[in-house]
């Protein structure tokens, strides 16, 4: 059974840092896609940043360029992000997520951790 459990949240002031952890088990797929979709409050679950070892590719949207890191190690089966400059509009609850096959497809997530920024 494949389990995901996210580390990491709290509340931090505004232009604050947290990173992130995921931490998985029952599966080897060190290689596939893994990524983080926070949701905010009333918004949808959209990726801030994935990563996928097989192709060598790390994407992340416009709004967390420079500021937010994933990385990955694989031989822990941990992935990683690293925030930075943290915004109030970066509150939301954090999800980790894994693909099961080599591609963008997420099968997988794990419970979540809250991420509050004050400002």
């Known amino acids: 059974q494949v389990q995901l459990v996210e580390s990491g949240g709290g509340l931090v002031q505004s232009g604050g840092f947290l990173r992130l952890s995921c931490a998985a088990s029952g599966c080897t797929f060190s290689t596939y896609a893994r990524a983080w979709f926070p949701q905010a409050p009333g918004k949808e679950r959209e990726y801030v940043a994935r990563?996928?070892?097989?192709?060598?590719?790390?994407n992340y949207v416009n709004s967390m360029k420079g500021r937010f890191t994933i990385s990955r190690d694989n031989a822990k089966n941990m992935v990683y992000l690293q925030m930075n400059s943290l915004r109030a509009e970066d509150t939301a609850v954090y999800y980790c997520?894994?693909?099961?096959?080599?591609?963008?497809?997420?099968?997988?997530w794990g419970q979540g951790t809250k991420v509050t920024v004050s400002s």
């Open positions: 990563i996928r070892t097989s192709v060598s590719v790390t």
């Open positions: 997520a894994t693909a099961r096959m080599d591609g963008w497809n997420f099968d997988y």
